[in-house]
C-alpha cells in the first residue's frame, strides 16, 4: 500500500484539477507540504491554501492524522458507518488513512479531494464528466478492467 497521497483542488468554474500538496504516512507519523509547479498554477487561478495549512512554504508534522483532514472522514457515530466503509471495502479494523485513502475524503461543500500517488504498475483512476456522455450505457460497456485506453487531448482542451 502507497503511504502517499495527492491532495488535489478543483477551481470551481472550470472544474480544472491541481495537484497542490502531498500527504506522507511513515512509522513517525503525518507529513503535509505544498507542491509545485502546479501549486503556483493554482494560485494564479483563485486557490489560497488548504483550511489549517495556511503557511505554503512549511513542512506539518503530525503523530495522528490531522484533524483537519480526519474531519473529512466518514463519521464513527453515523448510524450506517460500517455499511460506509463496507461500500469501499473496509471494515472496522480500517486505519483512517486507509478510509482516507479509499473515500479521498471528499466534501460536498468544497473542491479539494486525496488521491493516490501513481503505482506505474497498477494505475487506477476515476473518470470526470461521464454524466455527459451521450450514451453512458455503452461507455460502461467498453469500460472493463485491464482495457486499454488511448487517451488524446483535444485542441481546443485547455
Known amino acids: ?20 500538496g502531498l500527504l506522507e504516512k511513515n512509522e513517525k507519523g503525518f507529513f503535509f507540504s505544498y507542491l509545485n509547479p ?5 494560485r494564479n487561478n ?3 491554501f488548504f483550511p489549517g495549512f495556511d503557511d505554503l512554504n512549511k513542512k506539518y508534522f503530525s503523530s495522528d492524522l490531522f484533524v483537519n483532514i480526519s474531519t473529512r ?14 461500500s469501499y471495502d ?3 479494523t480500517s486505519t483512517n488513512f486507509e478510509i482516507l485513502k479509499a473515500t ?11 488521491v493516490s500517488v501513481f503505482n506505474l504498475n497498477k494505475i487506477e483512476f476515476d473518470i470526470a464528466g461521464m454524466r455527459h456522455a451521450k450514451d453512458l450505457s455503452q461507455c460502461q460497456n467498453d469500460l472493463k478492467e485491464n482495457s486499454s485506453l488511448l487517451l488524446e487531448k483535444e485542441k481546443d482542451n485547455l
Open 1 to 20: 500500500m502507497t503511504n502517499k497521497l495527492w491532495l488535489i483542488w478543483k477551481e470551481p468554474i472550470s472544474r480544472q484539477r491541481f495537484t497542490i
Open 38 to 42: 502546479e501549486l503556483d498554477e493554482a
Open 46 to 48: 483563485g486557490f489560497l
Open 73 to 86: 472522514l466518514p463519521n464513527k457515530k453515523r448510524p450506517d458507518y460500517l455499511e460506509i466503509l463496507n
Open 90 to 92: 473496509l471494515d472496522s
Open 104 to 114: 479521498k475524503g471528499r466534501l460536498l461543500t468544497d473542491n479539494y479531494e486525496f
